[in-house]
């Protein structure tokens, strides 16, 4: 394994992150990322490649967030589909996709993400923004607060965040993906603590992390409770236009809290991540050594030589 120059050295905060995937996890670091999956004959394929630079309005404080969360979700995408394909979990291709294939030959998986893309802003827009709010307007005529009413917008919302990630958590090919997410935590706290990232030193530390997509996506929630307070309940159709068009000053607050929640260590950021933790004993599993393995192998190679470029 290269060594780096942290290894053995003091505790740090990194920027270095990363995502669970099929068999296998994805590392981002500041200047590389790889991804590392165990294929079915028990090897490790590591791909890598450069890390997207951040430049002019991007590295721009909330703005910033929103650039993040989609460029974390395009290059997610590709890596599971990626990671679905040399762990030899992927299927044979739908109808639809052999339709899409047919009708536009060499465009055919741009088009598909596209689609599967749209499918998904729109189940999500459905799920946390019109069932909530189209559920909670029901009951204009016996709570008088618009305060209320959005407490208990929330409420629905995160009810239904819970249920999907509870529901999921059953199945054995998601539960395989928390436990890679749990060996991504505990090696990222490994090489944060400066300790070198083998298997016995990575197995003792925790599977839950305060900078964190779960943590994230619970602190969106909550913090869409707080702005989306401001917006009228007069007119479901302009409440539900209102609240898409303020998910990126969401996006970029919660993005902001959960920043200085992984740079800091004080009580204000222990209430920060709590709930994100307390959700992380659900979304992070125990990993297996082989595991972890997978996870110093997508590791090791998006680790910056000095410690000055790796800082969070």
């Known amino acids: 394994?290269?060594?780096?120059?942290?290894?053995?050295?003091?505790?740090?905060?990194?920027?270095?992150?990363?995502?669970?995937?099929?068999?296998?996890?994805?590392?981002?670091?500041?200047?590389?990322?790889?991804?590392?999956?165990?294929?079915?004959?028990?090897?490790?394929?590591?791909?890598?490649?450069?890390?997207?630079?951040?430049?002019?309005?991007?590295?721009?404080?909330?703005?910033?967030?929103?650039?993040?969360?989609?460029?974390?979700?395009?290059?997610?995408?590709?890596?599971?589909?990626?990671?679905?394909?040399?762990?030899?979990?992927?299927?044979?291709?739908?109808?639809?996709?052999?339709?899409?294939?047919?009708?536009?030959?060499?465009?055919?998986?741009?088009?598909?993400?596209?689609?599967?893309?749209?499918?998904?802003?729109?189940?999500?827009?459905?799920?946390?923004?019109?069932?909530?709010?189209?559920?909670?307007?029901?009951?204009?005529?016996?709570?008088?607060?618009?305060?209320?009413?959005?407490?208990?917008?929330?409420?629905?919302?995160?009810?239904?965040?819970?249920?999907?990630?509870?529901g999921i958590s059953r199945m054995k090919e998601i539960h395989r993906t928390f436990m890679y997410h749990g060996a991504e935590h505990k090696t990222i706290a490994c090489y944060e603590a400066g300790e070198e990232l083998t298997v016995e030193n990575i197995r003792k530390y925790t599977r839950l992390h305060p900078r964190c997509g779960t943590s994230f996506l619970i602190l969106v929630l909550l913090i869409s409770i707080l702005v989306f307070s401001m917006v009228t309940w007069e007119s479901l159709f302009v409440r539900v236009l209102l609240k898409i068009v303020l998910i990126p000053v969401v996006v970029g607050i919660s993005y902001e809290l959960i920043k200085y929640a992984g740079r800091h260590d004080n009580f204000l950021t222990r209430i920060i991540s709590a709930p994100g933790l307390w959700l992380q004993h659900l979304t992070t599993q125990e990993p297996d050594d082989s595991m972890i393995e997978v996870a110093i192998a997508a590791v090791t190679p998006v680790l910056p030589e000095s410690r000055a470029d790796d800082k969070w």
């Open 1 to 166: 394994m290269k060594e780096k120059e942290n290894q053995g050295g003091c505790p740090i905060k990194t920027s270095v992150g990363g995502q669970a995937l099929m068999e296998g996890i994805m590392m981002r670091g500041p200047k590389r990322s790889a991804m590392a999956v165990r294929k079915p004959d028990g090897t490790i394929a590591v791909e890598e490649w450069n890390t997207k630079p951040t430049a002019g309005i991007r590295k721009l404080p909330f703005f910033r967030g929103v650039f993040a969360l989609i460029d974390s979700l395009a290059t997610g995408y590709k890596c599971l589909m990626r990671s679905a394909e040399l762990s030899g979990e992927e299927e044979e291709p739908t109808k639809f996709e052999l339709w899409i294939e047919k009708k536009f030959g060499k465009s055919a998986e741009t088009v598909f993400e596209a689609a599967v893309t749209i499918v998904a802003v729109v189940v999500c827009l459905l799920l946390f923004m019109v069932v909530p709010s189209g559920i909670t307007s029901l009951l204009q005529q016996h709570v008088r607060s618009d305060f209320a009413l959005t407490v208990i917008e929330g409420v629905l919302k995160i009810g239904i965040f819970f249920a999907y990630i509870v």
